[in-house]
């Protein structure tokens, strides 16, 4: 079985451009998370899906970000326009949450590693 | 917002020393997890933990979960560079809160 796919896995841009990243989680997933991670950092959490509901998007820069999972399957994560600051690793991540039972695992893609130039 | 705080943030051994990480927060945790990130690629699960004094085991790593359940530590015994990576616990429940990392980096 295809874990969490995403792409691209690098991505290079000039300050005020925008970018996207996309993602597929494991099939049958739930529950889908963007994540934002700096180096030797753990990951920050930039919105949460359940199904194709944003169910926590608090951490969510909303004037330059945006993301959506109209289907409540893949997703996509945009920036516009990117500043120098963005310059990290998003990571995409899913899980099969049962109501009642807590969370369960994390299941994650490679990343997208973004530099802004 | 970082809720757990690791210790070291750093580590550099030598192949074949032993090593403690821990994880530490101010309130109790209904489960935690353990993650290990190699470069490159995504965080993986290693360990669930849930009971308050709970040890397991995954071959020469050792998890603990503290008695009031505020707290874990990571042990690896005999270290070798296949264990280089960022360790992560993760605080479970509702939603998940990762910690502050730990980078190990395991010197042939």
């Known amino acids: 079985e295809a874990g969490v796919v995403q792409s691209p896995r690098y991505k290079i841009i000039e300050k005020k451009q925008p970018v996207a990243f996309w993602c597929n989680p494991i099939?049958?997933?739930?529950?889908l998370y963007w994540y934002l991670q700096n180096l030797g950092q753990g990951p920050e959490l930039l919105i949460r899906y359940e199904n194709e509901e944003a169910v926590d998007d608090s951490q969510l820069p909303k004037d330059r970000f945006s993301a959506e999972r109209l289907k409540g399957v893949d997703s996509t994560l945009k920036i516009q326009p990117a500043e120098l600051g963005d310059s990290a690793v998003y990571l995409c991540a899913s899980s099969l949450e049962v109501a009642g039972r807590g969370t369960g695992e994390l299941f994650f893609g490679e990343g997208s590693r973004l530099t802004v130039l | 917002t970082q809720l757990l705080e690791q210790s070291p943030q750093f580590l550099s051994i030598q192949e074949g020393e032993n090593l403690t990480v821990y994880c530490n927060s101010s309130s109790v945790f209904s489960s935690l997890q353990w993650y290990r990130q190699e470069p490159g690629e995504g965080p993986v699960l290693l360990v669930t933990v849930v009971t308050g004094g709970e040890v397991k085991k995954l071959k020469r790593l050792t998890f603990q979960f503290g008695d009031a359940r505020k707290d874990s530590s990571l042990h690896i015994t005999a270290a070798q560079p296949g264990d280089t990576g960022l360790y992560l616990c993760v605080r479970t429940g509702n939603q998940f809160y990762f910690g502050t990392g730990t980078s190990l980096t395991v010197i042939p």
């Open positions: 099939s049958g997933h739930n529950t």
